[in-house]
């Protein structure tokens, strides 16, 4: 069934119903009517899923969606024009254009957290250049997954656009066919595997992971400013956002302060009881409920640890004396604890991140520029945000992916289009003039004047 319906898709590409501007301008504005008319529903089907309030399944899901498509309606265009280049001496007179082309049938593969968004926005950036397009939405997310597969066949070309529901078994299917590429965002576990899979058919594959993203917390910061916004990215989503700050190195002098602050925060924006805030999220199951309180025990609950099994609740909780080679120190955390760990210097910092694998994410706090440049000029990551967190992957001039383990390829704005088409290098040559000093023999003077000239 998979594989006739990635026939389908193909044959839908080779017949050219996906080329057309129109077509593909059609479709981008039916994915915005669908998330519009169906807003309700969404929303419902995320606070099954993840406990989500209405304001942040719009704001995190619906909302950025849309505003990304729109973008895409909007520069379609000029996004998939081609783009003239200029043309080297050797090959004068002539011009030289790049031609954005299709690649061909395009696999998405989104995860639970973010299940709107991550399928449809990356859908949107194949369709926008002139894919068909395989998505398969997460089954761990499956209220969302349904209202998906329900409504995507309702408002999509159905000859080039699919979506597949289903667990393991579906993705392993997908995976055995041949597509020209696929886009997978989620674990470093998976993304392996799709890397495998991709590699039997030499297909590309843009991997958006994860990792432990660090912020670097100096003595120089403000205080106020960084507990607030490292707890609005902490604990959206209860913990589960792949650019979420996984850990905290607080220099030593303010790490006490910060924590006390942190824990200011978390009751300005949940209230004394986070569990009957409508704006707190759960945990998507109890696998990684159970997974997560077993990190509890990784250092010292300075804020919160509550929790609990029936109502996949666990509390804003942060952790102090946490040594490097603790649980929680081990894998991406993806839940609503947050380690912070005291340095004496931005350089133990520094070299404290520099050890591990590149994250997705790195964000610091310092009002000293000098700081602030060190920490970017020494690190790698997939981004970085200067006393802020998340909102560098907002941007649409700011392509959005991983470095190293954390990922391959990016995406958002112009470059969500860009990586899935070939920009086809054309150059096109005059007939007029066929000057004898390109074609052997080649003799001393023609060689003389090819130096001068290239």
């Not at 419902?44 to 969606?65: N, T």
Request: one cysteine or more; glycine letters at 8%; aromatic letters at 6%.
């Amino acid at each position: 069934m998979i594989a006739d319906l990635v026939r389908q898709c193909r044959e839908a590409f080779d017949r050219g119903t996906t080329r057309p501007l129109a077509w593909r301008r059609s479709q981008l504005e039916a994915m915005v009517s669908m998330l519009r008319s169906h807003e309700a529903e969404f929303a419902e089907a995320l606070k099954s899923d993840l406990g989500r309030g209405p304001e942040e399944a719009w704001l995190y899901d619906v909302g950025f969606s849309i505003t990304e498509i729109e973008l895409m309606i909007k520069n379609l265009k000029k996004w998939t024009a081609p783009r003239k280049v200029p043309t080297p001496v050797v090959a004068k007179p002539g011009s030289s254009r790049r031609i954005p082309e299709p690649l061909g049938v395009v696999l998405v593969i989104a995860p639970w957290n973010y299940p709107v968004q991550l399928l449809l926005v990356p859908a949107a950036g194949a369709i926008a250049a002139g894919n068909a397009v395989v998505m398969k939405p997460s089954e761990v997310s499956s209220a969302t997954s349904a209202l998906l597969g329900r409504l995507i066949p309702k408002y999509l070309d159905s000859a080039a656009l699919r979506v597949v529901e289903g667990g393991v078994p579906e993705t392993t299917e997908l995976l055995a066919q041949r597509f020209d590429h696929i886009f997978y965002t989620g674990n470093g576990i998976v993304g392996r595997v799709v890397m495998r899979a991709a590699a039997e058919h030499l297909t590309p594959v843009t991997l958006e992971l994860g990792g432990k993203s660090p912020t670097i917390v100096d003595r120089s910061a403000d205080l106020d400013v960084a507990a607030r916004r490292i707890t609005w990215a902490k604990f959206v989503n209860s913990g589960q956002t792949c650019v979420a700050p996984d850990y905290v190195l607080a220099h030593r002098s303010v790490a006490e302060d910060l924590v006390a602050k942190i824990a200011s925060s978390i009751t300005e924006f949940y209230g004394p009881d986070p569990e009957q805030s409508k704006d707190y999220s759960r945990v998507i199951s109890p696998r990684h409920f159970d997974r997560l309180v077993g990190m509890l025990e990784s250092g010292k609950v300075a804020v919160g640890g509550q929790h609990s099994a029936a109502d996949r609740f666990i509390a804003p909780t942060v952790l102090v004396d946490v040594a490097p080679d603790s649980k929680v120190m081990q894998d991406e955390i993806f839940g609503p604890i947050l380690p912070v760990i005291a340095v004496d210097s931005m350089d133990e910092a520094i070299r404290f991140v520099r050890s591990r694998p590149h994250p997705l994410a790195l964000y610091v706090f310092a009002e000293d520029q000098n700081v602030c440049d060190a920490v970017v000029s020494s690190t790698t990551s997939g981004g970085v945000t200067v006393n802020g967190t998340i909102l560098h992957m907002t941007g649409p001039h700011l392509p959005f992916g991983g470095v190293g383990e954390s990922g391959m390829g990016a995406y958002h704005g112009q470059a969500g289009v860009d990586v899935f088409q070939h920009l086809k290098p054309v150059l096109k040559r005059s007939t007029k003039l066929d000057p004898s000093i390109a074609y052997p023999p080649y003799t001393k003077r023609k060689f003389s004047i090819i130096k001068k000239l290239v």
